[in-house]
């Protein structure tokens, strides 16, 4: 369509040309008439020209190109043909093998893509990221590519006696008007044509030149020539006027300030802060004001001012500031850019533009993986940036738990895992050269506690047979909130319950998930069983139903993670057979323990020791915690980090607590259970489930505790210095060929030789570390104590002789042993070995020890072998008199059994004397069998039981028959008369009750303590145990029993006796007689034997006290003699019988003198007795008198 020719308009339109193709002229350019001139303003930049059109890539192999080329000058375009048309034919690229490749050149017009250029390399002078050769012939095919440029040109048209839709009417021909058009082909092509500016006359006879969309008049213009409407001080679409310097309407910028502007400023310096910078004739002071005036003036285009303020403290810090008209964003932050640049090449500059680190995930838990984000630095920062992360303003090293990495311009740092000692205030610095980007966390980086979820139960079984109702709880640590997924009428808290009601067995299983509020990934499960069958065991709320020898993990209290393992037990109750329970504090430095650097050790140690001083009495009530606190210790043993004075010194108190007296009940635990196997039913979540797995103590944990303190002594630095704590010291000291020294008054070294040169020595001794280590050695004795200090001694050289002194704990232990700890023994359990070390000196209060190797020493002793010069012999001399005085006992009730048996009280007594001095003198052999035991340097646990079950025995066996000696007393002190109980029947009562009943005791309290090895003494002594199984009490108790019946009745039959006075016929006299004789027997031996006892349980008591063992010695040595005496000797039958026995041995061999006196040794009997017991053998006297006496004697 046609423009009608007009006047008094003029139009602003952008002209831009393209290399485009196929493209027809439009009408409007024929009819138009430039009656003006043509301003021409062009703004150039390059860029790649893509082609619309069909254009066919020919290779032809030719060595004329000269020839090619003229021949392709003489060709006529278009070519046209029925199907196609050829416009044009163009040569491209010409590659030509050179020396070593082949070089392939552009035509005018074309060049080298940057990729193909990066490639092959250029041959020539790249024109920016193009190059016109390369240095092979691409793969791909790849041929040079048409290199035009592309201008930006301003075209001012003049149209006199424009109508009034003169601008409507342009808007629409610009519009239809089609592009691209080929002007010049291949030279000049325009691509697009943009209406801007039209200017009009207004009724004033001004002008007012309004923009179209899109464009505004700057602030600058609107301000000069005044906006047609609203305020001045902004952009505007309409000014009154036309500028003479033929600047237009521009495209709306993205954010502009108008108006007079002041923008303050500020870079840093990494320089140290001086006052006298802020002197205008300072040279900084020069060179930076000059280079802020340089760097304002080219980016800020309606710049007023630009003012150095001066310097200031921070570093150093320079402020100004910048008056403008208006502001770009753009050009506020290229110019602040431009002086950074400009400084860095004189300075370090640091930029901080008060950005801050990306946090991911914004809220991290303990334990879990924190990622920060870094950067991008400014543009004018090459790709060759380094980085450096920063906590607390101190450097954080790549380790294995902080690692850096880039991206896309970016820096990481990935924490992983992340811990308390983790927190704090993060800083990312990038450098380039200069130039320091920084950025810091906005806050503190914090952690929060991991959620501990604890269910009760957690997997049961249960007989579903009667209805009844589960209780299912969940629990939750800190100021987390859990749910039982499903039930929302368990609601929601710290602590929430549900009661589940079991109705029918339709149903084998039901499950429950308890979880965590607004953090779903932690959660427990509580799973109930339900089955049919019968159970011993039911009922439990925890551990709920289950038979014999079954296993179920129940939870731990709150402030402990873990399970604890129930068994069912015969008597139908569960009993926590293993408790895996360990405070949660201590597990949580547990898993902090596989993670540690060298950065977050000393922290980490002090923060330990910290926990177990004040947790002291909760881990001594936890083995598992003491094996937890162990293996922490050894996990940083296993790390290569170095031990410092600091860090040992909180190692050495971590320790020493574990030392403590209090500790002394869970390491016997832990150190029986070293070799003992636990089978427990887990399954595969660590729940106990139906499927049984054996799980055996591998590894001793206090042996490992030693290895673990050795490897920090050997990871110690070489300067020499003293650790003081209340359990352990550690001296470190240099010394040089020999050395002499004596720690802490209880261990002395001595060296009396090295390899030479100086060498450093490192000790650490323990005041109470045999609480810890077991005192077993080589030969598994188990009657040895460790009694010296256990002393680690570690040297830098080569010593292979040195010698110890200890000073001896307890002076009343005999047969020391220099010994140290070998690792290696009882399948790696470890154990007290004497290879290499020998006993030099036992004097006084101190042995003396040589060995030919350093590691953890001490001495081991007998215990409780009281050193009382002659005890020995005493002991032995004394058993041996009581053993003979009941083989003369027992012989001699022999010799008088037929004569002393007429009646049922008389026979009975003397079956009571003859087993107490049987059972005494078995026990008494028995007590020599199990003194060689306890003496032998192998000592054989089974025949040391044996002798303790036998003594237990015949001990006991002596004092029952005593009751049956006091039963048979009461029993014919209430009935004299004959009748009632036959002897028989007599005779079985005493045999049940003076064997019958020991032997019942003695087998229980073997049954009940040997299986948890805690039948007899772990000093070695054959006998009961006491301090773990109070088996002691099997003997203690029945005798004490027995000793009180026995004068119970003694006072009983007293009165019946004084109250009793007429005897009325001989029978009965003899009967009297006889219970006098009980009586007598039961009135001396019975507070004899229990004051000899007595005595015998304050040697263990007391085992040190020497004057109990002298006393226990001697009146054991008497109790045989006391009871040949007062159960044999002083009865009348006896002394008769033996009599009689006597006289007619003389009256068969020779004849009586006239003075009656007997030939024999029986004569002192007589004599003995004589006015006493009717013997009055004068000499007148005849034979049947005499037969008469004896007769009446022994109806007495």
Same mark, same amino acid.
């Given at each position: 369509m046609g423009l009608p020719k007009a006047s008094g308009a003029m139009v602003v339109f952008l002209v831009i040309f393209y290399n485009l193709k196929n493209s027809q002229s439009q009408p409007v350019f024929k009819e138009m008439s430039f009656e003006k001139s043509l301003s021409i303003h062009e703004r150039e930049k390059r860029a790649d020209t893509p082609s619309i059109s069909l254009d066919l890539q020919v290779y032809i192999r030719t060595t004329d190109l000269e020839n090619l080329q003229r021949v392709l000058n003489t060709i006529s375009f278009p070519i046209l043909n029925s199907t196609f048309n050829i416009t044009s034919i163009n040569l491209t690229t010409v590659c030509v093998p050179g020396l070593e490749t082949v070089q392939c050149r552009c035509e005018q017009n074309f060049m080298w893509s940057s990729e193909a250029c990066m490639t092959y390399g250029s041959c020539d002078d790249s024109m920016g990221d193009t190059c016109g050769c390369i240095n092979d012939r691409p793969a791909s095919g790849e041929i040079c590519q048409t290199n035009l440029t592309q201008k930006e040109i301003d075209l001012v048209l003049n149209i006199p006696n424009a109508p009034n839709n003169f601008f409507a009417q342009f808007r629409e021909d610009i519009a239809d008007f089609r592009l691209p058009l080929d002007i010049i082909p291949y030279s000049l092509i325009l691509t697009d044509l943009i209406f801007t500016t039209g200017c009009s006359l207004n009724p004033d006879g001004g002008r007012q030149c309004q923009c179209e969309d899109g464009f505004l008049w700057s602030c600058e213009r609107c301000d000069t020539f005044g906006a047609c409407r609203?305020?001045?001080? &902004?952009?505007?679409?309409? *000014?009154?006027?036309?500028?003479?310097?033929?600047? $237009?309407?521009?495209?709306?910028?993205? %954010?502009? @300030?108008?108006?007079?502007?002041?923008?303050?400023?500020?870079v840093i310096l990494d320089l140290a802060f001086d006052e006298g910078f802020n002197n205008e004739d300072n040279a900084l002071y020069?060179?930076?004001?000059?280079?802020?005036?340089?760097?304002?003036?080219?980016?800020?285009?309606?710049?007023?001012?630009?003012?150095?303020?001066?310097?200031? &403290?921070?570093?150093?810090? *320079?402020?100004?500031?910048?008056?403008?008209?208006? $502001?770009?964003?753009?050009?506020?932050? %290229?110019? @602040?850019?431009?002086?950074?640049?400009?400084?860095?090449?004189?300075?370090?500059?640091?930029?901080?533009?008060?950005?801050?680190?990306?946090?991911?995930?914004?809220?991290?838990?303990?334990?879990?993986?924190?990622?920060?984000?870094?950067?991008?630095?400014?543009?004018?920062?090459?790709?060759?940036?380094?980085?450096?992360?920063?906590?607390?303003?101190?450097?954080v090293t790549e380790d294995s738990v902080h690692s850096f990495s880039r991206m896309n311009g970016m820096a990481f740092l990935i924490i992983s895992p992340f811990f308390d000692f983790n927190i704090g205030l993060y800083e990312c610095r990038l450098i380039d050269g200069n130039l320091t980007f920084v950025q810091t966390s906005m806050s503190e980086v914090t952690a929060r506690v991991t959620p501990v979820i604890t269910v009760s139960p957690i997997r049961i079984t249960i007989d579903c047979r009667d209805p009844r109702d589960v209780q299912l709880s969940c629990l939750v640590n800190g100021d987390f909130q859990v749910e039982f997924v499903g039930i929302p009428a368990a609601g929601t808290g710290q602590n929430i319950t549900h009661t589940f009601s079991i109705t029918s067995c339709e149903s084998t299983e039901e499950r429950f998930v308890c979880r965590v509020l607004n953090f779903p990934e932690f959660s427990r499960e509580i799973i109930l069983e339900l089955s049919a069958e019968d159970f011993l065991c039911s009922n439990d709320p925890v551990f709920g139903d289950g038979n014999i020898d079954d296993r179920v993990a129940g939870p731990c209290d709150a402030e402990s993670v873990g399970e604890m393992i129930a068994v069912c037990r015969e008597n139908g109750q569960w009993e926590i057979e293993l408790d895996l329970c360990v405070l949660a504090v201590i597990q949580m430095l547990l898993d902090r323990s596989e993670n540690l650097t060298e950065t977050?050790?000393?922290?980490?140690?002090?923060?330990?020791?910290?926990?177990?001083?004040?947790?002291?009495?909760?881990?001594?009530?936890?083995?598992?915690?003491?094996?937890?606190?162990?293996?922490?210790?050894?996990n940083i043993a296993n790390t290569s980090i170095a031990i410092t004075q600091e860090t040992i010194t909180d190692i050495l108190i971590t320790v020493g607590e574990l030392t403590r007296d209090e500790m002394r009940e869970a390491w016997d635990f832990l150190n029986i259970n070293d070799t003992r196997n636990f089978v427990i039913n887990l399954n595969s979540t660590g729940n106990v489930s139906t499927t049984r797995i054996a799980v055996q103590n591998t590894e001793s944990v206090s042996s490992r505790l030693l290895l673990s303190v050795e490897v920090f002594a050997s990871r110690l630095p070489s300067d020499s210095f003293d650790v003081n704590t209340t359990f352990a010291i550690l001296n470190k000291t240099t010394f040089t060929n020999t050395f002499n020294g004596d720690f802490n008054s209880s261990v002395e070294i001595d060296i009396p030789e090295s390899d030479g040169g100086e060498e450093s020595l490192t000790v650490i001794t323990f005041a109470s570390m045999d609480n810890v280590v077991p005192p077993r050695n080589e030969?598994?004795?188990?009657?040895?104590?460790?009694?010296?200090?256990?002393?680690?001694?570690?040297?830098?050289?080569?010593?292979?002789?040195?010698?110890?002194?200890?000073?001896?704990?307890?002076?009343?232990?005999?047969?020391?042993?220099?010994?140290?700890?070998?690792?290696?023994?009882?399948?790696?359990?470890?154990?007290w070995d004497s290879e290499g070390c020998e006993l030099v000196m036992h004097v006084n209060e101190s042995v003396t020890c040589a060995c030919n190797h350093l590691t953890p020493f001490s001495i081991l002793m007998s215990p409780f072998a009281i050193d009382i010069p002659g005890l020995d012999i005493l002991t032995y001399i004394g058993v041996g008199i009581s053993m003979a005085s009941l083989v003369i006992c027992l012989i001699i009730e022999g010799y008088v059994w037929r004569k002393i048996r007429k009646n049922n009280t008389s026979y009975l007594r003397h079956v009571s004397i003859i087993n107490i001095a049987l059972s005494l003198l078995v026990a008494n052999i028995w007590f020599i069998v199990g003194a060689a035991i306890s003496d032998s340097e192998r000592q054989d646990l089974d025949s040391c039981s044996a002798a303790t079950f036998f003594i237990h025995l015949f001990y006991l066996a002596l004092f029952f028959w005593m009751l049956a000696s006091a039963l048979l007393l009461l029993y014919r002190t209430l009935n004299p008369f004959e009748g009632g109980l036959s002897k028989k029947a007599m005779l079985a009562i005493g045999f049940v009750i003076g064997y019958g009943s020991p032997l019942l005791i003695a087998t229980i309290t073997v049954a009940v303590t040997a299986p948890n090895e805690e039948y007899t003494r772990r000093n070695g002594i054959c006998w009961l145990n006491y301090d773990e199984s109070k088996a002691l009490l099997a003997f203690v108790v029945p005798v004490l029993t027995i000793i009180g019946i026995n004068l119970l009745i003694l006072l009983m039959v007293m009165y019946k006796m004084l109250r009793r006075r007429a005897v009325r016929?001989?029978?009965h006299v003899a009967e009297r007689n006889v219970l006098l004789v009980i009586v007598r027997t039961l009135l001396v031996l019975t507070p004899f034997f229990g004051f000899t006892w007595g005595l015998g349980v304050g040697t263990v008591v007391s085992p040190a006290n020497r004057g109990i063992h002298i006393a226990f010695a001697f009146f054991n040595s008497l109790q045989g003699f006391f009871i040949l005496v007062f159960g044999t000797l002083l009865d009348k039958k006896v002394q008769s019988e033996l009599s009689i026995s006597n006289l007619s041995s003389t009256f068969g061999t020779k004849t009586t003198s006239t003075s009656g006196a007997s030939s024999t040794g029986l004569g002192f009997f007589r004599n003995w007795r004589r006015g006493r017991d009717g013997y009055n053998t004068s000499a007148g006297t005849d034979a049947v008198s005499q037969s008469q006496t004896v007769s009446q004697s022994n109806a007495s």
């Amino acid at each position: 369509m046609g423009l009608p020719k007009a006047s008094g308009a003029m139009v602003v339109f952008l002209v831009i040309f393209y290399n485009l193709k196929n493209s027809q002229s439009q009408p409007v350019f024929k009819e138009m008439s430039f009656e003006k001139s043509l301003s021409i303003h062009e703004r150039e930049k390059r860029a790649d020209t893509p082609s619309i059109s069909l254009d066919l890539q020919v290779y032809i192999r030719t060595t004329d190109l000269e020839n090619l080329q003229r021949v392709l000058n003489t060709i006529s375009f278009p070519i046209l043909n029925s199907t196609f048309n050829i416009t044009s034919i163009n040569l491209t690229t010409v590659c030509v093998p050179g020396l070593e490749t082949v070089q392939c050149r552009c035509e005018q017009n074309f060049m080298w893509s940057s990729e193909a250029c990066m490639t092959y390399g250029s041959c020539d002078d790249s024109m920016g990221d193009t190059c016109g050769c390369i240095n092979d012939r691409p793969a791909s095919g790849e041929i040079c590519q048409t290199n035009l440029t592309q201008k930006e040109i301003d075209l001012v048209l003049n149209i006199p006696n424009a109508p009034n839709n003169f601008f409507a009417q342009f808007r629409e021909d610009i519009a239809d008007f089609r592009l691209p058009l080929d002007i010049i082909p291949y030279s000049l092509i325009l691509t697009d044509l943009i209406f801007t500016t039209g200017c009009s006359l207004n009724p004033d006879g001004g002008r007012q030149c309004q923009c179209e969309d899109g464009f505004l008049w700057s602030c600058e213009r609107c301000d000069t020539f005044g906006a047609c409407r609203g305020n001045t001080a &902004e952009q505007c679409d309409c *000014i009154n006027g036309l500028p003479s310097d033929d600047v $237009f309407c521009q495209p709306i910028p993205d %954010n502009i @300030q108008c108006g007079t502007d002041t923008a303050n400023m500020t870079v840093i310096l990494d320089l140290a802060f001086d006052e006298g910078f802020n002197n205008e004739d300072n040279a900084l002071y020069i060179i930076t004001n000059d280079i802020i005036q340089v760097q304002t003036e080219i980016h800020i285009t309606s710049r007023i001012s630009a003012e150095l303020l001066g310097f200031t &403290e921070g570093s150093t810090i *320079i402020l100004y500031n910048v008056r403008a008209n208006s $502001f770009g964003m753009n050009e506020l932050r %290229n110019a @602040q850019n431009g002086i950074l640049s400009e400084m860095s090449n004189l300075f370090r500059v640091i930029i901080d533009e008060g950005e801050t680190l990306m946090v991911q995930p914004p809220e991290v838990f303990l334990g879990g993986t924190l990622n920060l984000s870094c950067g991008p630095p400014p543009e004018f920062f090459s790709p060759n940036w380094s980085v450096e992360w920063r906590r607390n303003n101190e450097p954080v090293t790549e380790d294995s738990v902080h690692s850096f990495s880039r991206m896309n311009g970016m820096a990481f740092l990935i924490i992983s895992p992340f811990f308390d000692f983790n927190i704090g205030l993060y800083e990312c610095r990038l450098i380039d050269g200069n130039l320091t980007f920084v950025q810091t966390s906005m806050s503190e980086v914090t952690a929060r506690v991991t959620p501990v979820i604890t269910v009760s139960p957690i997997r049961i079984t249960i007989d579903c047979r009667d209805p009844r109702d589960v209780q299912l709880s969940c629990l939750v640590n800190g100021d987390f909130q859990v749910e039982f997924v499903g039930i929302p009428a368990a609601g929601t808290g710290q602590n929430i319950t549900h009661t589940f009601s079991i109705t029918s067995c339709e149903s084998t299983e039901e499950r429950f998930v308890c979880r965590v509020l607004n953090f779903p990934e932690f959660s427990r499960e509580i799973i109930l069983e339900l089955s049919a069958e019968d159970f011993l065991c039911s009922n439990d709320p925890v551990f709920g139903d289950g038979n014999i020898d079954d296993r179920v993990a129940g939870p731990c209290d709150a402030e402990s993670v873990g399970e604890m393992i129930a068994v069912c037990r015969e008597n139908g109750q569960w009993e926590i057979e293993l408790d895996l329970c360990v405070l949660a504090v201590i597990q949580m430095l547990l898993d902090r323990s596989e993670n540690l650097t060298e950065t977050t050790l000393p922290l980490f140690l002090a923060t330990l020791s910290a926990v177990t001083m004040n947790l002291t009495e909760d881990v001594a009530e936890s083995p598992a915690t003491i094996t937890a606190i162990v293996q922490i210790l050894n996990n940083i043993a296993n790390t290569s980090i170095a031990i410092t004075q600091e860090t040992i010194t909180d190692i050495l108190i971590t320790v020493g607590e574990l030392t403590r007296d209090e500790m002394r009940e869970a390491w016997d635990f832990l150190n029986i259970n070293d070799t003992r196997n636990f089978v427990i039913n887990l399954n595969s979540t660590g729940n106990v489930s139906t499927t049984r797995i054996a799980v055996q103590n591998t590894e001793s944990v206090s042996s490992r505790l030693l290895l673990s303190v050795e490897v920090f002594a050997s990871r110690l630095p070489s300067d020499s210095f003293d650790v003081n704590t209340t359990f352990a010291i550690l001296n470190k000291t240099t010394f040089t060929n020999t050395f002499n020294g004596d720690f802490n008054s209880s261990v002395e070294i001595d060296i009396p030789e090295s390899d030479g040169g100086e060498e450093s020595l490192t000790v650490i001794t323990f005041a109470s570390m045999d609480n810890v280590v077991p005192p077993r050695n080589e030969d598994n004795a188990s009657s040895l104590f460790i009694n010296g200090r256990v002393v680690i001694v570690q040297s830098s050289g080569d010593v292979s002789n040195v010698s110890f002194t200890f000073e001896v704990l307890n002076d009343t232990l005999l047969s020391p042993q220099c010994v140290f700890w070998n690792f290696s023994l009882f399948g790696e359990l470890g154990g007290w070995d004497s290879e290499g070390c020998e006993l030099v000196m036992h004097v006084n209060e101190s042995v003396t020890c040589a060995c030919n190797h350093l590691t953890p020493f001490s001495i081991l002793m007998s215990p409780f072998a009281i050193d009382i010069p002659g005890l020995d012999i005493l002991t032995y001399i004394g058993v041996g008199i009581s053993m003979a005085s009941l083989v003369i006992c027992l012989i001699i009730e022999g010799y008088v059994w037929r004569k002393i048996r007429k009646n049922n009280t008389s026979y009975l007594r003397h079956v009571s004397i003859i087993n107490i001095a049987l059972s005494l003198l078995v026990a008494n052999i028995w007590f020599i069998v199990g003194a060689a035991i306890s003496d032998s340097e192998r000592q054989d646990l089974d025949s040391c039981s044996a002798a303790t079950f036998f003594i237990h025995l015949f001990y006991l066996a002596l004092f029952f028959w005593m009751l049956a000696s006091a039963l048979l007393l009461l029993y014919r002190t209430l009935n004299p008369f004959e009748g009632g109980l036959s002897k028989k029947a007599m005779l079985a009562i005493g045999f049940v009750i003076g064997y019958g009943s020991p032997l019942l005791i003695a087998t229980i309290t073997v049954a009940v303590t040997a299986p948890n090895e805690e039948y007899t003494r772990r000093n070695g002594i054959c006998w009961l145990n006491y301090d773990e199984s109070k088996a002691l009490l099997a003997f203690v108790v029945p005798v004490l029993t027995i000793i009180g019946i026995n004068l119970l009745i003694l006072l009983m039959v007293m009165y019946k006796m004084l109250r009793r006075r007429a005897v009325r016929n001989a029978a009965h006299v003899a009967e009297r007689n006889v219970l006098l004789v009980i009586v007598r027997t039961l009135l001396v031996l019975t507070p004899f034997f229990g004051f000899t006892w007595g005595l015998g349980v304050g040697t263990v008591v007391s085992p040190a006290n020497r004057g109990i063992h002298i006393a226990f010695a001697f009146f054991n040595s008497l109790q045989g003699f006391f009871i040949l005496v007062f159960g044999t000797l002083l009865d009348k039958k006896v002394q008769s019988e033996l009599s009689i026995s006597n006289l007619s041995s003389t009256f068969g061999t020779k004849t009586t003198s006239t003075s009656g006196a007997s030939s024999t040794g029986l004569g002192f009997f007589r004599n003995w007795r004589r006015g006493r017991d009717g013997y009055n053998t004068s000499a007148g006297t005849d034979a049947v008198s005499q037969s008469q006496t004896v007769s009446q004697s022994n109806a007495s």
